[in-house]
């Protein structure tokens, strides 16, 4: 991608970036498709169930099956809702998911945009999404949804900070928020070069802050099935209601992208000796162990309740990733210069 | 200048395809989905009972002061950040700074800690 990005833009090539784009949306597409059916089958596994196995060979095409039966729903918008603000909401929420995957580098050929301001692109656009969240439930005009949209925003908004702090650390070391210069500057031939050792720390705030932001189990609260009604896409049915559980699905693909980024070195092997296998599988791999961990982190943990998770964001979480930012300055001030 | 501003193009491609994929499924859906709107349908969900008063109703006054301290403490990273790229070409006196820039912040969370802002009730 990156080379011919350096010459002036003719229309025939940005048609090309344009094609390779929906390429790249239908790839997203089919890995939440995959996700989903994965997810499923792990935690079926974890509890010694078979998980989905009707539709298609082993299941596979259940999530296909549940996408055309979502797609051919009825779409209800309730009398007293707020109909232009309920049909941006879900749009809303799904935008920002997709547009942050522009700056994630695959190779050190293979990217989108190389944003000097990557990390802080990233950071940035995955705020809106919570917009979109309180937006969704205030216009539905009922009582669930709203408590439940000011309880997920109340969620977010308390995770975003200590994970946009934890990746300080990151930053401090590497010296650039560009994505493509933070994973160079993890090449050391071995893993232990890779940002996840000095940075243990950060990367324990960041995983348990990013498990919370993508609202999933153990701080599923905002949809918790068991105790409130669904929450804030309550009065969502048909594809509306997809578009929001697509924008979570594409923060999982994003976080355990970005992930791999910043905590395990990108496309660099763990041992110079590896260096045979190629880049793009070492990305994928990495990439592949940080999304089963998550769905592993769903199946193994119980649900905290909502006083547990205000306190453990502000109290722990935030010093803890305050400290880090220090102690990372300090070490490079000691050390390093 | 011009790898600058074409990685910006792309990023604005991203952004389209963002908002053209929901306009492309809804309308795509639109021609296979019923469309039967009765009345009991269109009422608000509360259960199955009748919606009582209104949608919008009061809610707590905590979820404003958790995002008064968002305010602050995401400006917060809006100077760490800038100061994260540059601070191996600055000294030991930005550090010292920053220490300070952020004890003074801490010093505003330990308010709100004692105030029992952070205490969901």
Excluded: C
């Amino acid at each position: 991608m990156g080379a011919w990005l350096d010459e002036p833009l003719t229309w025939g090539d940005a048609l090309a970036v344009f094609l390779w784009a929906v390429l790249f949306l239908l790839i997203v597409l089919g890995f939440v498709t995959y996700a989903i059916y994965y997810e499923r089958k792990v935690i079926g596994w974890m509890q010694l169930r078979v998980g989905p196995n009707r539709v298609g060979p082993f299941g596979l095409l259940q999530t296909v099956a549940d996408i055309f039966k979502l797609l051919i729903k009825e779409d209800t918008i309730p009398r007293k809702a707020d109909r232009l603000l309920f049909v941006i909401a879900p749009a809303l929420a799904f935008i920002p998911a997709f547009s942050v995957l522009a700056v994630i580098p695959y190779t050190e050929k293979l990217y989108f945009a190389d944003l000097n301001v990557g990390l802080l692109y990233y950071v940035a656009l995955s705020g809106i999404t919570t917009l979109a969240i309180v937006l969704g439930g205030w216009a539905s005009n009922n009582k669930y949804a709203l408590l439940g949209g000011m309880r997920s925003a109340a969620q977010m908004i308390s995770y975003e900070v200590p994970l946009v702090i934890s990746v300080t650390g990151v930053i401090l070391l590497s010296g650039s928020l560009n994505l493509r210069d933070i994973v160079a500057a993890q090449d050391g031939g071995w893993f232990w070069n890779w940002n996840l050792f000095p940075q243990i720390i950060g990367f324990v705030v960041f995983i348990i802050a990013a498990v919370s932001e993508l609202n999933r189990t153990p701080f599923d609260l905002p949809e918790a099935e068991s105790e409130l009604v669904a929450g804030y896409h309550v009065e969502y049915s048909g594809f509306r209601f997809a578009f929001f559980m697509l924008a979570e699905y594409v923060y999982v693909y994003a976080i355990a992208a970005l992930t791999t980024v910043l905590f395990l070195g990108g496309w660099h092997a763990p041992a110079p000796f590896l260096d045979v296998v190629p880049g793009i599988l070492w990305f994928l791999l990495k990439f592949a162990f940080v999304v089963f961990s998550l769905f592993w982190i769903r199946a193994s943990f119980p649900r905290v309740r909502v006083d547990q998770l205000m306190s453990l964001g502000w109290k722990v979480l935030l010093p803890v990733a305050l400290l880090n930012v220090f102690l990372t300055a300090l070490y490079l001030e000691l050390f390093v210069k | 200048m011009d790898h600058y501003v074409n990685h910006y193009v792309v990023v604005a491609i991203f952004i389209v395809l963002g908002i053209l994929l929901p306009v492309v499924a809804l309308t795509v859906g639109r021609l296979l989905r019923p469309h039967k709107p009765t009345d009991p349908k269109q009422s608000t969900y509360e259960s199955g009972n009748e919606p009582v008063g209104e949608g919008q109703v009061k809610f707590n006054i905590r979820y404003y002061l958790f995002a008064l301290m968002f305010v602050i403490f995401d400006v917060e990273t809006v100077f760490l950040y800038p100061w994260a790229v540059a601070y191996n070409k600055l000294g030991l006196f930005v550090l010292v700074e920053m220490i300070i820039f952020a004890g003074m912040l801490l010093i505003g969370l330990l308010y709100a800690w004692k105030k029992r802002v952070l205490k969901w009730i």
